[in-house]
């Protein structure tokens, strides 16, 4: 199974939280933050993070919980290639993801 690199799941998160509050299409990608963009006649920055969980969630070790969630993709996978669909990038999220939002 191929992971997706940091810069590609940042992406993937700007590019919802950029659809819902309408921002403008001029943003750049960076480091930190990790996207800068005129917003209102100023300059906004935005840095995505990840919320972690505790150790346990439920009973269950937080490694526990990853390799449920690799089953449940690697299921997914075989499915697909055994109803014969086409290769398809469908991007997945079973955590909770906040965006901090910077006025520069």
Do not use: W
Request: charged content about 25%.
């Amino acid at each position: 199974m191929m992971l997706v690199s940091n810069r590609k799941r940042e992406k993937v998160i700007f590019d919802i939280f950029q659809g819902k509050y309408a921002l403008s299409e001029t943003f750049t990608q960076g480091d930190s933050p990790d996207f800068v963009g005129p917003h209102e006649k100023s300059i906004l920055g935005i840095e995505i993070t990840e919320l972690y969980s505790p150790d346990e969630i439920n009973g269950k070790t937080r490694r526990e919980h990853e390799a449920t969630r690799e089953r449940i993709v690697e299921r997914a996978c075989q499915k697909a290639v055994q109803m014969g669909m086409p290769p398809l990038h469908v991007p997945l999220s079973f955590a909770i993801v906040h965006a901090q939002v910077f006025l520069t």
